[in-house]
């Protein structure tokens, strides 16, 4: 009877994601804001009423997608939203038996990898979709010219006084500039949109009472060791390869220097807690982080990647690290 209530629970949430999914079609910005949380029903009911309550969820808000546009949208929901979401959850409820740590009984998946799997996700969905708008660059470029030649129609004044030629320029100027900087930047929102509404869902179910794991301690994320050839690779491929390659490595550049930046935050909290003016200073830096983004960002997640060689963590901190949650 439980698991039936636990599946019957979980189509509900699946039918939730779908309509969530559906709205977008409104174009409307709320409707853009609710898009958003589509994933938000997958994941409270994987992580509050077991795994298989999840994939009941992502089938069920496969088949209503289906219904309400067309068998090839629920797929793109399925692969894009539901499938992903279910994951990320079930990571998070995988743990075993700890025989070294007779305080805890418990061993739960690292925090750090979750997130990795996160990033690496994100990634490839990312490029999915690039590859979904062109299979060439060229023409992946040429998609956004068309973007900006519609801007160009409502606002002339932008290329006011050039002549053809220069015109001509500046919207494939342009159009490369976005192509370049289009995907990496939704990789990185995609990356912290997965883990705030993790983290929501997470609130939410550990507030039921149905949470199965202990809430983590949060400033003991980090990434794995696996997280840094990983990072020189996408480098190199952003500097050296060129179309689409160099596309892939842009990616998943931007996708692992937010992974960094959020273990750097991690590291912060972590070792100002000590400070009588913790907040404040906290306040501070989420404040700088927030209105200028770029280099403070670049800045905090050097610092999240120092702290798998330098250790600030154990070094500055005065409470020892839970080794549930290390990774």
Known sequence: MTTGRNW??????????????????????????????????????????????????????????????????????????????????????????????????????????????????????????????????ASFIATF?????????????????????????????????????????????????SVILLWAAGRIVQASGRLPRPWPDLSTLALPRLAVPALVLSLALAIAADDYPALAGRISLAGLITGYCLQGLAVLHAITRPLKSRRGLLFAIYLVFVLLPGWPVIGIALLGIADMWLSFRTRFSTAPLPSNTAS
């Not at 629920?74 to 075993?96: D, E, K, N, V």
């Not at 932008?158 to 100027?173: N, R, Y």
């Open 145 to 193: 010219s068309r973007a900006v030649d519609v801007v160009l129609t409502y606002d002339p004044d932008l290329v006011a006084g050039l002549s053809p030629e220069d015109k001509a320029k500046f919207v494939e100027t342009l159009s490369a500039l976005l192509a370049n900087i289009a995907a990496p930047i939704s990789t990185s929102a995609s990356v912290i949109i």
């Open 8 to 137: 019957a629970f979980g189509a509900g949430c699946g039918a939730v994601s779908a309509l969530l999914f559906a709205v977008i079609s409104t174009g409307s910005p709320l409707a853009f804001l609710l898009y958003l949380i589509a994933p938000l029903p997958i994941l409270i009911a994987t992580l509050g009423f077991g795994h298989h309550a999840g994939l009941v969820a992502t089938v069920v808000s496969l088949a209503v997608t289906a219904l309400i546009f067309s068998p090839m949208a629920g797929i793109i929901q399925a692969l894009s939203i539901g499938l992903p979401s279910w994951f990320t959850a079930y990571l998070l409820l995988l743990g075993r038996s700890s025989e070294a740590n007779e305080t805890e009984k418990m061993e739960w998946y690292p925090l750090g990898r979750v997130l990795f799997w996160i990033i690496g996700l994100s990634v490839a969905l990312t490029l999915s979709g690039a590859l979904l708008i062109a299979t060439d660059y």
